[in-house]
């Protein structure tokens, strides 16, 4: 039995390449071990703020000494962060934005990469504190940048998740989708055969 956190972002709802080929993974992951529970977070929809430095100072100071104010917004990062930890395999489908991950996913991470909570600092350097967490990247974009510098998602997304501790990380690519309907066809086909693929892999685990 897995504990899910699939977490999408994309504007286009049930269009969204991302979100449709995450959920496939998602939905075959149950299937293979029926039981699994699935939590799932709309990031397009139920948009969280940018951190703002009272949210942040908040977190600085010890949980018994914060007013009522302070406490209320420690709670969204530390309802996040929970939440993360009560799963064990992270699902993230991310729509190539700008160049970059979508803003609102952003948020997410701001939220739960938090030192003290989910890596400490250390004269070595960050550790990271969360474990035995697999993660799943499922990427859509328009243009084709993977393996090159131009994708800066992939490794911003693998730092940031490996300071917190999530080190096995897996990768599904949709690309090259606003290159016209064949390309676009081809690329959705190879996405759904990489998630066949890790599904092969899950099936062993
Ligand atoms: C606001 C916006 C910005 C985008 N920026 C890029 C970009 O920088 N590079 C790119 O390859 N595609 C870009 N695209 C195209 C998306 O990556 C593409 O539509 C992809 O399918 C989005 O994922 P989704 O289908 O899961 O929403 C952009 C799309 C939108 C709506």
């Given at each position: 039995m897995k504990r899910i956190l699939f977490i999408h972002s994309s504007l286009f709802g049930d269009n969204s390449a991302s979100t449709r080929i995450a959920h496939s993974l998602v939905e075959r992951m149950v299937q293979e071990k029926p039981g699994s529970e699935v939590t799932r977070i709309d990031l397009?929809?139920?948009a969280l703020?940018?951190?703002e430095i009272d949210e942040f100072n908040s977190w600085l100071i010890p949980a018994d000494q914060r007013d009522d104010t302070q406490k209320d917004l420690a709670s969204h990062s530390d309802k996040l962060i929970d939440?993360?930890?009560a799963h064990d395999t992270l699902v993230?489908?991310?729509p190539m934005y700008n160049m970059g991950i979508p803003s609102t996913?952003?948020?997410w991470i701001d939220r739960v990469s938090r030192a003290g909570k989910t890596f400490r600092y250390t004269a070595e350097g960050p550790v990271g504190m969360v474990e035995d967490m697999q993660a799943y990247l499922v990427f859509?974009?328009?243009g084709i940048y993977r393996d090159t510098p131009l994708d800066t998602q992939t490794g911003y997304l693998t730092s940031v998740l490996g300071l917190m501790g999530i080190t096995s990380?897996?990768?599904?690519?949709a690309e090259g989708l606003n290159m016209g309907d064949e390309t676009r066809e081809q690329s959705l086909n190879n996405a759904m055969a990489e998630v066949s693929k890790l599904f092969a892999g899950i099936r062993e685990l």
């Open positions: 397009a929809n139920d703020p940018h951190l939440q993360l930890l993230l489908a991310v996913l952003k948020t859509a974009r328009g990380v897996k990768t599904i690519f």
